[in-house]
């Protein structure tokens, strides 16, 4: 099991900067890849950001340039460093882990954190 604990969101102007954190702990050795999603209201949970243990990333289109993801395995501490905030990037924002082990691979979730960008 993984346990995810986001933190870091809030209210912020247009224009702003954010950093989420989301803690992982339980059996974070097994984990292959993290990520970061977004839901705003009315909408489906999408994708924002991931990183695998590689060290790659990828990013939603709406967000590159604006936003880095990054991992401290020492902490167990997944970072997303939101720049240049407007409106529309106003949702839930979700940590993920996905867990490979001998009997397949588990995703787990965060409870979320909210961020609200004003105009």
């Known amino acids: 099991q993984v346990q995810l604990v986001e933190s870091g969101g809030g209210l912020v102007q247009a224009g702003g900067s954010l950093r989420l954190s989301c803690e992982a702990s339980?059996?974070?050795?097994?984990?292959?890849?993290m990520a970061w999603y977004r839901q705003a209201p009315g909408k489906q949970r999408e994708l924002v950001a991931a990183?695998?243990?590689?060290?790659?990333?990828n990013y939603a289109d709406s967000v590159k340039g604006r936003c880095l993801i990054s991992r401290d395995n020492a902490k167990n501490t997944l970072y997303l460093q939101m720049g240049s905030l407007k409106p529309e990037d106003t949702a839930v924002y979700y940590c993920?882990?996905?867990?490979?082990?001998?009997?397949?691979?588990?995703?787990?979730w965060g409870q979320g954190t909210q961020v609200t960008v004003s105009s």
């Open positions: 990183i695998r243990n590689g060290g790659s990333t």
């Open positions: 993920n882990a996905e867990r490979l082990t001998t009997w397949g691979q588990y995703a787990y």
């Open positions: 339980g059996s974070t050795t097994s984990i292959v890849v």
